[in-house]
């Protein structure tokens, strides 16, 4: 008899190993009665795109470093519709999807117009080799949310984080950020509280700085300012904040303007 947390443990009893952070004995001898579901592996889809997608990346490595199952998913795929029968869920990460209004699109697609006439620069079929040809496009409101919306309807789910659950007012689910201020040219965003994850270069492991308020709108404890988190970073570079400077207007400008801003390292974000 082998014990798992200091509780004798039947031979009957399995558990996933503690290696993936999961621990679940199970003591039944005998299988239960009464009405029982059969489990079923969920089929998880993780949308990326040609290029890739480095909030989709680190999904793929904590799907793989828990064992979750999962297929990449393209627009192309989810273009062609059909999707309950490849998926349970469609996981779409920050970067995914942002829904805007029809004036900031017409006034982006403009803008590119004008920066760059007659599409210089961009891909051509033919540039790509043709085994990623399939990876090519983008979610398009006209014929890829349509298909989200009818996975969805017909009992698929979707997992939308970050920017990407600007896609739910287009599936009509009566959500809206009040989190965020909008702009007259469709922008939004919430300028007064948003939050980092540093790795490495000499910061603090396991250290979490800083809190927002109740409702998650404004930094009110440990509050690090823009330019703060720039001469910290700089200084992990091995970089003065203060001596990094050049000509601008007829005086010595810096990244974090400090003669200005005061800006200074934030100490208790390094080891």
């Not at 949308?47 to 627009?75: C, H, K, N």
């Not at 300012?225 to 990094?244: E, I, K, Q, S």
Request: proline letters at 5%; one cysteine or more; glycine letters at 12%.
């Amino acid at each position: 008899m082998e014990r798992l947390n200091g509780a004798a443990n039947p031979p009957s009893s399995t558990y996933r190993p503690s290696s993936l952070g999961v621990n679940a004995p199970c003591w039944a001898r005998t299988a239960p009665s009464g009405e029982a579901l059969k489990l079923q592996p969920v089929r998880i889809g993780l949308y990326d795109q040609y290029g890739g997608l480095m909030p989709a990346g680190w999904t793929r490595w904590l799907f793989e470093q828990y064992e979750f199952p999962y297929e990449i998913v393209r627009s192309q795929t989810l273009d062609a519709g059909n999707l309950n029968a490849k998926y349970d869920v469609i996981v779409f990460t920050d970067g995914a999807f942002r829904h805007t209004s029809r004036a900031a699109r017409a006034g982006a697609n403009a803008a590119a117009e004008a920066d760059n006439p007659g599409g210089f620069g961009t891909v051509s079929m033919e540039d790509i080799p043709s085994e990623y040809r399939g990876w090519l496009g983008r979610i398009s409101e006209d014929k890829t949310i349509p298909q989200i919306k009818r996975f969805v309807e017909a009992g698929g789910s979707v997992v939308a984080i970050g920017g990407s659950t600007t896609m739910g007012e287009l599936l009509g689910v009566p959500v809206k950020d009040y989190l965020t201020e909008k702009g007259p040219d469709g922008r939004d965003h919430n300028r007064h509280a948003f939050s980092l994850w540093l790795a490495g270069g000499g910061f603090r492991r396991g250290y979490v700085h800083g809190r927002t308020d109740d409702f998650s709108y404004r930094a009110v404890h440990d509050v690090v300012r823009v330019c703060d988190l720039h001469a910290t970073l700089l200084h992990a570079l091995g970089l003065d904040h203060t001596r990094l400077t050049y000509p601008h207007e007829g005086r010595e400008d810096s990244l974090t303007d400090a003669d200005v801003t005061q800006a200074h390292v934030v100490q208790e974000l390094l080891e």
